[in-house]
């Protein structure tokens, strides 16, 4: 199969890119820059998560590009590192709907909590909990109120038990404050 003038020349920059010569590189980011924001936008469907993980898959290229030992495999190169990085951005937003929906579910308080608790602090609890980031209460809510151990609260929010135990740390941090005053 013949080699179009264009797929000639999109070689060549790669060619002379993976060798360092910059301006090689801008042309060949113009010539493809609409291309795997077009292509982005396909999997992603959002014109800004196109753009952001376009511009997320040039800082791979960029990296990457000396280790492409054939010219003629960069497109398909390219488009893959930008299908792998809307794919990490569409799994953090389903993650995201899927935290914010179990946070926004969870109770604010335990409903068995006694009832000589004073009620200003019980307010100021709910509010305190109300106020933290939709991960650090889903964290507290599991541990604290489900009673699920770290790594089941790992498990559950499918994070690592060092970023729960982060959470829960800053969590408890956040809350002191405000219940204590020191906001």
């Known amino acids: 199969m013949d080699r179009t003038r264009d797929q000639l020349l999109d070689e060549y920059l790669v060619a002379a890119a ?9 042309l060949l980011a113009r ?16 014109v800004d998560q196109a753009r952001e993980a376009a511009q997320d898959g040039w800082i ?10 054939d010219e003629r495999a ?3 190169w390219a488009y893959q590192i930008v299908t792998r990085r809307c794919a990490r951005r569409i799994g953090r937003a389903r993650r995201d709907r899927a935290l914010a929906a ?3 579910a969870e109770p604010v308080f335990a409903p068995d909590a006694p009832d000589t608790a004073d009620p200003g602090a019980t307010a100021r609890l709910r509010t305190a909990l109300a106020a933290l980031p939709e991960a650090q209460r ?15 609260v790992a498990i559950a929010l499918n994070v690592p038990a060092g970023t729960v135990k982060t959470r829960l740390m800053h969590a408890r941090h956040a809350l002191r404050a405000v219940l204590e005053g020191d906001e």
């Open 60 to 69: 791979e290229i960029v990296r990457g590009l000396g280790r492409l030992r």
């Open 138 to 152: 889903a964290a507290v809510g599991l541990f604290y109120l489900e009673d699920l151990g770290v790594a089941d």
């Open 18 to 26: 993976r060798l360092g010569d910059r301006k090689a590189f801008e």
């Open 74 to 76: 960069f497109p398909a």
């Open 102 to 104: 179990a946070a926004a």
């Open 31 to 46: 010539r493809w820059g609409r291309k795997l924001v077009a292509h982005a936008w396909r999997l992603t469907g959002d």
